[in-house]
């Protein structure tokens, strides 16, 4: 089946860094999801791309879907202490979505 | 806003009880899903229902069943929980603006 691989699994930075994580995958998918888990709550979307290629921000979040459409790339400029959890990559497929195996960020004050 | 909630936060349960793990929500959705997050793996769905009384499996469904007797709730039964099925649960329903998560159920099989 199609499975997303998300790197890194972890990070730990400074505030005010600015942070990079990726998604990729053996298949094209004509959607990428990004998803943010706060401690002890569910998923929250993020930011959607729905063209190779498209680059979209939402605040000091911007997200690209690649151009072969299987990957994607999440950056988050000048990190603050509320940007603590766990992203997730996410891809359609049927009434399902797929998830990669997120990446834990910490962000030290 | 979409309310997904699910009835427990913290489970405690012991090795061959049956367990129910409630979700419910409050706009009419269609599709709902179970899944489950474990360190490492990510979320893995485990069965979904685009309608009353209509499932199917996920990727894991093994030693999970699932009921959806009305549209606004969807139950996640462990027939006899066993340790491996120690988790975090998240339940979700999808409308035409995506998915809704609820805030989990971390579920201890002792």
């Given at each position: 089946?199609?499975?997303?691989?998300?790197?890194?699994?972890?990070?730990?930075?400074?505030?005010?860094?600015d942070v990079s994580m990726n998604c990729?995958?053996?298949?094209?998918?004509?959607t990428w999801l990004w998803y943010k888990q706060d401690?002890?709550?569910?998923p929250v979307l993020l930011i959607a791309l729905y063209k190779?290629g498209e680059l979209t921000s939402n605040g000091r979040l911007t997200a690209q879907f690649?151009?072969?459409?299987?990957?994607s790339f999440l950056n988050i400029s000048a990190s603050i202490?509320s940007d603590v959890g766990i992203y997730f990559c996410a891809?359609?497929?049927?009434?399902?979505?797929?998830?990669?195996?997120?990446t834990?960020l910490?962000?030290?004050? | 806003?979409?309310?997904?909630?699910?009835?427990?936060?913290?489970?405690?349960?012991?090795?061959?009880?049956?367990?129910?793990?409630?979700?419910?929500?409050?706009?009419?959705?269609?599709?709902?899903?179970?899944?489950?997050?474990?360190?490492?793996?990510?979320?893995?769905?485990?069965?979904?229902?685009?309608?009353?009384?209509?499932?199917?499996?996920?990727?894991?469904?093994?030693?999970?069943?699932?009921?959806?007797?009305?549209?606004?709730?969807?139950?996640?039964?462990?027939?006899?929980?066993?340790?491996?099925?120690?988790?975090?649960?998240?339940?979700?329903?999808?409308?035409?603006y995506g998915y809704t998560?609820?805030?989990?159920?971390?579920?201890?099989?002792?």
């Amino acid at each position: 089946g199609q499975q997303l691989n998300q790197s890194p699994q972890s990070m730990f930075i400074q505030e005010g860094e600015d942070v990079s994580m990726n998604c990729t995958s053996s298949s094209i998918f004509n959607t990428w999801l990004w998803y943010k888990q706060d401690p002890g709550e569910g998923p929250v979307l993020l930011i959607a791309l729905y063209k190779a290629g498209e680059l979209t921000s939402n605040g000091r979040l911007t997200a690209q879907f690649g151009i072969t459409r299987k990957d994607s790339f999440l950056n988050i400029s000048a990190s603050i202490p509320s940007d603590v959890g766990i992203y997730f990559c996410a891809g359609p497929a049927g009434r399902k979505l797929i998830f990669g195996q997120g990446t834990e960020l910490s962000v030290k004050p | 806003d979409v309310k997904v909630t699910q009835s427990s936060r913290y489970l405690v349960k012991r090795t061959g009880e049956k367990v129910f793990l409630e979700c419910v929500q409050d706009m009419d959705h269609e599709n709902m899903f179970w899944y489950r997050q474990d360190p490492g793996l990510g979320l893995r769905l485990i069965y979904f229902s685009y309608d009353v009384k209509m499932k199917e499996k996920g990727d894991i469904p093994e030693g999970y069943s699932v009921s959806r007797e009305k549209k606004e709730r969807f139950s996640l039964i462990l027939e006899s929980a066993s340790t491996n099925q120690t988790s975090m649960y998240l339940c979700a329903s999808l409308s035409n603006y995506g998915y809704t998560f609820g805030s989990g159920t971390r579920l201890t099989v002792v």
